[in-house]
T-cell receptor, first 112, second 114 residues
Framework: SQQGEEDPQALSIQEGENATMNCSYKTSINNLQWYRQNSGRGLVHLILIRSNEREKHSGRLRVTLDTSKKSSSLLITASRAADTASYFCATALSDSSYKLIFGSGTRLLVRP | NAGVTQTPKFRVLKTGQSMTLLCAQDMNHEYMYWYRQDPGMGLRLIHYSVGEGTTAKGEVPDGYNVSRLKKQNFLLGLESAAPSQTSVYFC?????????????FGPGTRLTVL
């Protein structure tokens, strides 16, 4: 199976609610990144958290990292219809300075 | 700045035909990547380059070749297209570092092989 796996595969919420997505991985990482992909578009980088960090914030985004459990979560607060997209975690393995391993993504639908 | 651009946006090939996908970036990034994305899946790395004149295989390199003759361009070639290569192809670039930085993606090329 892939290095990074997101959970759930799909999530449907009402506008204004919070959305939480999880990512699990298998091997030691240097950092973990989250990306967003709108339908038919390329990926856009959201946030990067290093292996020695536990939590990071960026606007309405909050990312946590638990290296002991090899897992990360992305929280989007006060969701908007414009947040509808697929979200991917990508792990930067400790033994590489350039490669990222992407998970299969969580499809988020925010209903107006 | 245009960022990362890809040419063409769409293409339909017949089995056995060849084509080249062009990726260009204007951010002076050292690292460039080619990925493919299949329905319901994440991105899989095909080939990558850590600098002008260098290329390396990724996770799924079979059936593809690449070249990085200029720092700003990264070409992906299909010598003899197969239906299994029907996919959306994304190019990305990133600056160098001790660990992978964020990657900047192009808009993608949707390829159908009949």
């Amino acid at each position: 199976s892939q290095q990074g796996e997101e959970d759930p595969q799909a999530l449907s919420i009402q506008e204004g609610e919070n959305a939480t997505m999880n990512c699990s991985y298998k091997t030691s990482i240097n950092n973990l990144q989250w990306y967003r992909q709108n339908s038919g578009r390329g990926l856009v980088h959201l946030i990067l958290i290093r292996s020695n960090e536990r939590e990071k914030h960026s606007g309405r985004l909050r990312v946590t990292l638990d290296t002991s459990k090899k897992s990360s979560s992305l929280l989007i607060t006060a969701s908007r219809a414009a947040d509808t997209a697929s979200y991917f975690c990508a792990t930067a393995l400790s033994d590489s300075s350039y490669k990222l391993i992407f998970g299969s993504g969580t499809r988020l639908l925010v209903r107006p | 700045n245009a960022g990362v651009t890809q040419t063409p946006k769409f293409r339909v090939l017949k089995t056995g035909q060849s084509m080249t996908l062009l990726c260009a970036q204007d951010m002076n990034h050292e690292y460039m990547y080619w990925y493919r994305q299949d329905p319901g899946m994440g991105l899989r790395l095909i080939h990558y380059s850590v600098g002008e004149g260098t290329t390396a295989k990724g996770e799924v390199p079979d059936g593809y070749n690449v070249s990085r003759l200029k720092k700003q361009n990264f070409l992906l070639g299909l010598e003899s297209a197969a239906p299994s290569q029907t996919s959306v192809y994304f190019c990305a670039s990133s600056p160098p570092g001790l660990a992978p930085h964020e990657q900047f993606f192009g808009p993608g090329t949707r390829l159908t092989v009949l």
